[in-house]
């Protein structure tokens, strides 16, 4: 059992360190954002009022020279003044942060080495992209003119990896953006990133289902296993949220998914309902989904209580599981003195650890 009394002591300088750091990180990220959505929005407004009022190319100028109002002459190039002072506090931001992720990345090293002694922290490194489109997991769509996948920019770090009864065990942190042309463009325009950036810190905020949008596809944890048999083919095991809501309609639209593999019809009622397989081999995947497998598949997902991704290939088990403000990673909206920031900390990494037994990994004998 762990004392986190105990250890929120010996941790408390650290704790100290850090709380002082992220009170005003959060207040300056928050403003920062906020700021430049303000900002945003007046310059966006003054350039469609420039651009559809203006009756001739010289009034349009004008527009964009200055702007008077009674008794008020403003002219435009304090906006651009503006713009390059978010500019430099944007900056002055990033510094911060460095600051910030340094002290938290220390308390993170000392707490592992008191909770899991047995597995290594790497707060630069993380999951490869190969071993990421190995799993099948997520669809990496194609360019369908010039044949080319199209861009993705995945961020993975940091990494945990150890080993659990002998079964080699990585899990970290991972996003996905990208899956669209849209946003391989919207990334690369100066005004416009500032909104997709914004857009990208508030979501989380707002939803909690996993999604396929213009942005972030996927943020959460993504670990690899060690499998007790080989697999020749690829079984993925997806959340079923069409069986929910149309019911018998489901596998018909499932089916119809032609960015997947073949679908997958099972006997395991409970299982159905809350996953949807595809495979690439059909006699394969009822075979990897024993009862007994399927049960602990579905009694893992009640216990860890958020939508959870899983893929058999090769002799790997790759699982993914949504947490919308990161994995690995302390929470920046608790105090990390009073609260129970590091006692929630704990159990998301436990309860990740914990899928080797959990789906009987361990065991070489093959139920």
């Known amino acids: 059992m762990v004392d986190f009394k105990k250890i929120q ?3 408390r300088p650290l704790l100290i360190k850090l709380e002082k750091k992220r009170k005003p990180y959060r207040l300056i990220k928050s403003g920062l954002l906020l700021s430049v959505q303000l900002f945003l929005l007046f310059f966006l407004l003054l350039l469609v009022f420039a651009i559809f009022f203006g009756e001739t190319y010289n009034q349009m100028m004008i527009y964009l020279t200055k702007i008077d109002f009674p008794d008020i002459h403003f002219p435009v190039y304090y906006i651009y ?20 992720e340094k002290n938290k990345n220390e308390v993170i090293h000392a707490f592992l080495k008191k909770t899991f002694p047995d597995f290594n922290f790497y707060s630069r490194k993380g999951i490869s992209l190969d071993k990421v489109k190995k799993s099948g997991l997520f669809i990496f769509r194609k ?14 770090f940091p990494l945990l990896v150890g080993e659990l009864e002998g079964v080699p065990l990585e899990m970290g942190n991972i996003k996905i953006y990208g899956n669209s042309k849209f946003f391989n463009i919207t990334v690369a325009l100066p005004i416009v990133n500032f909104i997709v950036a914004t857009y990208i810190y508030l979501k989380p905020w707002f939803t909690k289902k996993m999604s396929d949008s ?16 080989t697999i020749k083919g690829r079984t993925v095991i997806l959340p079923d949220f069409f069986e929910k809501r149309i019911g018998y309609l489901a596998k018909t639209l499932q089916s119809m998914n032609f960015e997947r593999d073949k679908l997958v019809d099972l006997e395991d009622i ?23 497998l399927m049960k602990r598949i579905t009694a893992l997902k009640r216990k860890i209580d ?13 699982l993914a599981v949504e947490h919308p403000y990161g994995f690995l990673s302390l929470p920046e909206n608790k105090n990390l003195l009073e609260s129970d920031a590091l006692e929630t900390f704990y159990q998301d990494i436990a309860t990740a650890i914990d899928i080797v037994e959990d789906l009987n990994l361990n065991n070489k004998i093959w139920v």
């Open 9 to 11: 002591k010996e941790l």
């Open 270 to 292: 409970k299982f159905e309902k809350e996953f949807v397989v595809y495979s690439t081999d059909q006699v394969e995947a009822r075979y990897i989904l024993s009862t007994a």
């Open 214 to 229: 213009i942005t972030i596809s996927f943020q959460g944890m993504f670990a690899v296993a060690e499998f007790n048999k």
């Open 306 to 318: 958020r939508p959870i991704m899983l893929s058999f290939t090769g002799n790997k088990l790759y």
């Open 81 to 100: 003044l503006i713009y390059f002072l978010l500019f430099a506090a944007i900056l002055l931001y990033g510094k911060y942060y460095m600051g910030y």
């Open 143 to 156: 360019n369908q003119s010039k044949k080319k996948q199209a861009m993705y920019s995945i961020q993975s």
